[in-house]
């Protein structure tokens, strides 16, 4: 089941309310032209997660914590394990922080006359692909930033046993494992309940 609580989901299950806005130029052409799946479930995951205890074999999330606040992600966390079996993977992929800091420190080192853009570029991936700097308006922007020693540790305070950091496509799990998209900038994490 795919869940996802992004507005452009909800609008696409109200076309009368998406050509509205898209007509009062509160949405851009893209997201008014593109398709959602109807298979997705609009679900607002910072509330419980609407399963009963112990009784899903697998949770694949990626690149949606950052987008919480630190204590959201965390009580998402917490339903994920009251939510999964024993022996349940839960498999978190979200942008690593170590990652996005070494380029920053490479670029800068490299070269101390860079200028600004390494350093634009740097708080552009921690605030996300939303911050438009030019313009001062920032949407969607990354609420948290995770690294392993962190998401390890939130992970083992909740219950999760067996984390573990894995490739991309490398998974407890093969079909979870072939979900991953984002080589490279993401942290890849397989935690055990």
């Not at 899903?56 to 965390?74: F, N, P």
Request: with cysteine; hydrophobic share 35%.
């Amino acid at each position: 089941m795919n869940i996802d609580s992004s507005p452009s989901v909800f609008l696409a299950r109200h076309p009368r309310l998406k050509t509205i806005l898209f007509h009062l130029g509160c949405i851009s052409k893209s997201n008014y032209e593109t398709q959602w799946p109807k298979e997705i479930v609009w679900y607002d995951l910072r509330r419980n997660l609407p399963y009963a205890s112990k009784s899903v074999s697998k949770i694949y999330t990626s690149h949606l914590l950052e987008h919480m606040d630190a204590d959201v992600g965390g009580q998402l966390l917490r339903e994920c394990h009251r939510v999964l079996k024993p022996g349940g993977i839960l498999r978190a992929v979200v942008p690593d922080l170590v990652f996005h800091v070494r380029r920053y420190l490479d670029l800068v080192e490299k070269d101390q006359k860079c200028g600004r853009e390494p350093h634009d570029e740097f708080l552009n991936s921690l605030y996300g692909a939303f911050l438009d700097i030019k313009k001062k308006r920032y949407g969607l922007h990354h609420r948290y930033m995770y690294d392993f020693p962190t998401l390890n540790a939130i992970l083992r305070e909740i219950g999760f046993s067996d984390i573990i950091r894995q490739d991309y496509q490398k998974s407890l799990d093969e079909e979870m494992a072939h979900f991953d998209a984002r080589p490279g900038e993401s942290l890849h994490v397989d935690a055990v309940r």
